[in-house]
């Protein structure tokens, strides 16, 4: 996926974080869209920074890069919500482009999906779009359904990466 769609995907996927964490519609909807926003979007552009530094699709494109964005709310207070921008950009790395990630860095071999499609196709923002809304689905039941189903204790920990 080029930049412009990492971009795209982190605005998008944040405007509809800020309606699944606060529906009202209202002030504190804006207000959760503007706290999301730009974490979401320097996390999606983080990982392309292993163009310039270390090996493209495999020094920040990996689930340790990932460990770390997920441990910094926990273990030092900040960085809320940049883990998002960095697994939507996998993702859209993964079905957006013919090529794969090595997700498990410093092993070498690139994982890549079947039905993904060219970074140059005409379709690249149509499913751009598309991942947007499916991820936004899986959002909403993690904060609407799951609550149902999960035990107090996985909850807590889930609030600690969203508040
Ligand atoms: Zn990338």
Not at 58 to 70: A, D, E, S
Not at 99 to 105: F, H, I, P, Q, S
Request: proline residues 5%.
């Amino acid at each position: 996926m080029n930049k412009d769609g990492h971009v795209l995907n982190a605005v998008l996927l944040s405007i509809g974080l800020g309606y699944v964490l606060e529906p009202a519609g209202d002030f504190s909807t804006f207000r959760t869209i503007a706290e999301v926003l730009i974490p979401v979007t320097l996390g999606a552009l983080f990982p392309d920074v292993d163009t310039a530094f270390g090996r493209h699709r495999k020094t920040l494109h990996n689930f340790g890069v990932l460990g770390i964005f997920l441990a910094f709310p926990v273990v030092f207070g900040n960085l809320q919500f940049v883990w998002i921008g960095v697994l939507t950009h996998y993702v859209l790395d993964l079905l957006g482009s013919k090529r794969g990630l090595a997700l498990l860095y410093p092993y070498d071999e690139e994982f890549s999906v079947p039905f993904g499609v060219s970074t140059s196709s005409k379709y690249a923002n149509t499913v751009m779009v598309a991942i947007t809304a499916f991820e936004l689905a899986i959002a909403a039941a993690l904060v609407y359904v799951a609550p149902a189903y999960l035990p107090q204790t996985v909850l807590d920990g889930v609030t600690t990466f969203l508040a």
